[in-house]
């Protein structure tokens, strides 16, 4: 989900809830059993990790930006 989060940080308000519903439903394709209380602990892993992988993704972009219009004023 960090990567999930990472690769589509852009659009980090689609991605983050979206991975609520993701990373629950990919362990439910997987053969692992949960109840209700771990399909919710699941789902805020999920938006945890995806919201580390976007938080990530916008660092990494804002500071991009700062060293193209640094270079761009030398």
Do not use: Q
């Amino acid at each position: 989900m960090i990567l999930f989060g990472l690769v589509l940080g852009r659009w980090w308000k689609v991605t983050v809830p979206l991975a609520a519903v993701t990373w629950p439903l990919l362990l439910v394709m997987s053969d692992i059993d949960l109840d209700r209380s771990e399909m919710a602990v699941a789902a805020f892993l999920g938006v945890a990790n995806a919201a580390v992988g976007a938080l990530l993704y916008l660092a990494a972009a804002g500071l991009v930006g700062v060293v193209v219009r640094s270079l761009r004023h030398s």
